[in-house]
């Protein structure tokens, strides 16, 4: 009986070599020539030259090695791929977010843009434009330009934007020639926004990996890839295909809870910082982490005298300090960027007045009385529920998301804690008392406990049909949003 060698060094570089060939071979034959940017050095690769190198490394690989071919390798990985669920669900949501550009830019060619808002018109070819898309304008035009400040607060400023994003926009995109001189300026920021689309999905997957991680420890096992699923099916995930922040957040937030939950601190810290330097909401990941930290403290205390004596030695001590730094980073991180915004606009703050401009101010339950006084019984009774959604079409679709997340919070309690319920709720209250429905079905996205405690009471029967319907849904959603529809 034979046994194969094993493959040595140089013939798993020509197979990795071969595979990242066909790769670039199918996207040069899709979109044409692949250029890329390595240490300013400009290469163009066509779909020729791509396929040349994979037939080429091909047969040098498999005549001087002919034992476990590449296509035995490729099967092996496969199966190894279908046993590492959290690597499993990081490429189902890869596949899931390319699939909702697709739609994006079929949308774009069947639909077309809605006249006149065509936004940013960065390039005749729809395709090269897709991303530039809403507020993508802002971040790529801090990560092309930087910061500026017109010496007023009644009007819309990039300052708003917190700099995580732009800062990886503007390091992934020397890759693909945004830092080129020479190139026009539309075309270095379409280069900056499909650097963010890349930022996006591989944030987005690793977020998944992360979510049936943390699954595994609150829902069990069974339950932790439907969670992903779920996640990645949410009508509202479009988001996560675009050059926002909502990937970035949602990973942050689900590591930091991952790690924190693990008393592997530093990690927690380093994510949680993250989250800080992302979004305005970050800072708020502060407080359900302390209440995580309280929790721990509270059980171990329940567990007896001779246990809870032990909380009172240096390194148990050290410990809960360890814990109580690690969650205060989202708000380090929020209060790093506001120094920079008083150094530059004389007010700490300057961020937050500056959301005022897009309409976001704190009205107490205004918002929401209005939103209920539009629907008055009357109203529902004479007309019914498809007309009211008719008058308003794009506030229905908001209000389905709060309605949903808000359905959510009791078994998010139930089923994982207070300090993820906690989570959803200060994420979705503020937003929702300053600025009513505004762009509140993209702000549920990011809210992934309601993805954990959902596989938990749902019968098992109904999660394929809820994720079809809900992947219908973000299909819609993935041709307003790329059609410029205003739906948030």
């Not at 009791?410 to 429905?437: E, H, M, Q, S, T």
Request: hydrophobic share 55%; net charge positive.
């Amino acid at each position: 009986m034979s046994v194969d060698r094993p493959v040595p060094a140089w013939a798993r570089a020509l197979d990795v070599l071969t595979v990242v060939a066909v790769l670039l071979f199918s996207v040069a034959a899709v979109f044409g020539a692949v250029t890329l940017y390595i240490a300013g050095a400009r290469l163009s690769l066509r779909a020729t030259h791509v396929l040349f190198l994979a037939v080429a490394s091909t047969a040098i690989r498999h005549a001087a090695h002919p034992e476990s071919p590449l296509h035995r390798r490729l099967g092996d990985a496969r199966a190894r791929l279908a046993a590492n669920a959290p690597l499993s669900a990081a490429m189902a949501a890869i596949a899931s977010r390319v699939a909702v550009l697709v739609a994006g830019y079929v949308a774009v060619l069947t639909i077309g843009v809605l006249p006149p808002a065509t936004g940013l018109e960065l390039s005749g070819d729809p395709l090269f434009n897709l991303p530039a898309r809403f507020d993508a304008g802002w971040y790529g035009g801090i990560a092309l330009d930087g910061y500026s400040f017109q010496g007023r607060f009644d009007r819309q400023q990039n300052l708003a934007f917190f700099p995580a994003m732009p800062l990886l926009m503007r390091t992934v995109g020397v890759a693909a020639g945004a830092s080129q001189p020479t190139a026009p300026r539309p075309m270095r920021m379409a280069r900056l926004l499909w650097a963010g689309v890349a930022i996006a999905l591989i944030a987005f997957a690793w977020a998944s990996a992360y979510l049936v991680r943390l699954a595994r420890d609150t829902i069990g096992e069974p339950l932790a890839p439907t969670a992903a699923s779920l996640m990645a099916a949410y009508p509202f995930a479009v988001f996560f295909s675009a050059p926002y922040t909502e990937a970035l957040f949602v990973l942050g937030a689900i590591a930091a809870f991952y790690h924190f939950g693990r008393q592997q601190w530093q990690y927690a810290a380093a994510w949680g910082l993250v989250v800080g330097l992302t979004r305005p909401n970050g800072c708020f990941l502060t407080l359900p982490l302390l209440v995580l930290l309280a929790e721990r403290v509270a059980k171990t205390e329940d567990r007896g005298p001779k246990t809870a004596d032990r909380w009172a030695k240096s390194d148990e001590r050290a410990a809960i300090l360890k814990g109580v730094v690690a969650a205060a980073m989202p708000v380090l991180g929020m209060l790093a960027y506001s120094a920079y915004v008083h150094q530059v606009t004389g007010s700490w703050f300057g961020w937050a007045r500056l959301h005022e401009a897009w309409g976001r101010t704190f009205a107490g339950v205004t918002p929401i009385l209005r939103a209920l006084s539009s629907v008055s019984t009357a109203k529902f009774a004479n007309e019914g529920m498809l007309r009211l959604i008719g008058d308003a079409p794009y506030d229905a679709l908001n209000a389905a998301g709060v309605i949903f997340v808000l359905a959510m919070l009791w078994p998010v309690f139930r089923k994982l804690g207070l300090a993820y319920a906690i989570f959803v709720l200060i994420n979705l209250a503020p937003p929702l008392l300053a600025g009513g429905l505004l762009s509140m079905g993209r702000l549920s996205s990011t809210l992934f406990p309601v993805f954990l405690a959902l596989p938990a009471v749902l019968p098992r029967r109904a999660i394929t049909p809820l994720v079809t319907v809900w992947a219908i849904g973000q299909g819609l959603v993935a041709a307003l949003f790329f059609t410029w529809r205003p739906f948030y």
